[in-house]
């Protein structure tokens, strides 16, 4: 009886160790499935990662333009307000450029009409007896132009000193950069007036960012092979030219 005891006692402790062998083997499976699943890195990232984005730019276009009501404007968010927006300044360049017509003509006419339309309403709610026209104060805010004229001081300074920077000979790349971008847009202001160029800088505006945020799927592409065809005949223009210009060293102030 006691060696079948023993036998048995035995035979238990077999069964336990397999199934205490089988429980950790498969957990440890499990873990290591885990783990390769945790440091597997997803196919979205991977792709998300590999996509180029022009000028290095990681916010959408939206954000870019520095969101709010101005980039729904020039992203046609609400199309009736861009359309509005767009109508009136192609409308204006109707009058002032194909028109001849002058600005302080136009504010003058504009003021006429309506103080004259105000001016005989209020006189004639009498008559008809309809109560008078509501005209609001209107006052610009101190705060407003204050802020403006911060921010507007504040890039200016800003110009300034990158104009600074730039004539002090210590950057021949940026340096390169700005008389090339000076000399397009001197060809540029050449092809017509200020308010012509101000008319098609602002359509653009209004296309060039809602086509883009289209179809950047397609344009960052190529936007890649051309900055990088760039760069590679900018590296062949700097060995060949740039490195053998004399560049005298410059005393700190």
Same mark, same amino acid.
């Given at each position: 009886?006691?060696?079948h005891?023993g036998?048995?006692?035995s035979?238990i402790?077999?069964?336990?160790?397999?199934?205490?062998?089988?429980k950790?083997?498969?957990?440890?499976?499990?873990d290591?499935d885990?783990d390769k699943?945790?440091?597997k890195?997803?196919? =979205?990232? %991977?792709?998300?990662?590999? +996509?180029y984005r022009i000028f290095?730019?990681? &916010?959408?276009v939206?954000?870019?333009? /520095?969101?709010?009501?101005?980039?729904?404007v020039?992203?046609?968010r609400n199309k009736?307000?861009s359309?509005?927006?767009l109508g009136?300044a192609?409308?204006?360049?109707v009058?002032?450029e194909l028109?001849?017509?002058?600005l302080?003509?136009l504010?003058?006419?504009?003021?006429?009409?309506?103080?004259?339309i105000?001016?005989?309403?209020s006189?004639?709610?009498?008559?008809?007896n309809k109560s008078?026209?509501h005209?609001?104060?209107?006052?610009i805010?101190?705060?407003?132009?204050?802020?403006?004229?911060?921010a507007?001081t504040t890039?200016i300074?800003? =110009?300034? %000193?990158?104009l600074?920077? +730039?004539?002090?000979?210590k950057?021949l790349? &940026?340096?390169?950069?700005?008389?090339a /971008?000076?000399w397009?847009?001197?060809?540029?202001?050449?092809?017509?007036?200020?308010?012509?160029?101000f008319y098609?800088?602002f359509?653009?505006l209004?296309?060039?960012?809602?086509l883009?945020?289209?179809?950047?799927?397609?344009?960052?592409?190529?936007a890649?092979k051309a900055?990088?065809?760039?760069?590679?005949?900018y590296?062949?223009?700097?060995?060949?030219v740039?490195?053998k210009?004399?560049?005298?060293s410059?005393k700190?102030?």
């Amino acid at each position: 009886m006691a060696e079948h005891a023993g036998e048995r006692d035995s035979f238990i402790e077999k069964i336990v160790e397999k199934i205490h062998d089988d429980k950790s083997s498969s957990s440890s499976d499990s873990d290591s499935d885990d783990d390769k699943h945790k440091h597997k890195p997803s196919h =979205a990232d %991977s792709v998300k990662s590999k +996509i180029y984005r022009i000028f290095g730019r990681e &916010k959408p276009v939206h954000q870019v333009l /520095g969101g709010g009501k101005p980039a729904d404007v020039f992203l046609w968010r609400n199309k009736k307000i861009s359309a509005g927006v767009l109508g009136g300044a192609t409308a204006l360049w109707v009058l002032f450029e194909l028109i001849e017509y002058h600005l302080i003509t136009l504010v003058g006419h504009i003021l006429i009409f309506s103080l004259a339309i105000l001016f005989l309403w209020s006189n004639a709610s009498t008559f008809i007896n309809k109560s008078p026209l509501h005209i609001p104060e209107v006052s610009i805010p101190e705060k407003f132009v204050l802020e403006v004229a911060s921010a507007t001081t504040t890039e200016i300074n800003c =110009a300034l %000193s990158i104009l600074r920077d +730039i004539a002090s000979g210590k950057d021949l790349k &940026k340096f390169l950069g700005v008389i090339a /971008g000076l000399w397009v847009l001197s060809v540029v202001g050449s092809w017509g007036n200020f308010l012509t160029l101000f008319y098609i800088s602002f359509v653009l505006l209004h296309t060039v960012p809602v086509l883009y945020e289209k179809y950047e799927d397609k344009v960052d592409p190529f936007a890649e092979k051309a900055i990088a065809e760039i760069k590679k005949q900018y590296l062949v223009f700097d060995a060949k030219v740039l490195s053998k210009i004399p560049i005298g060293s410059l005393k700190k102030d």
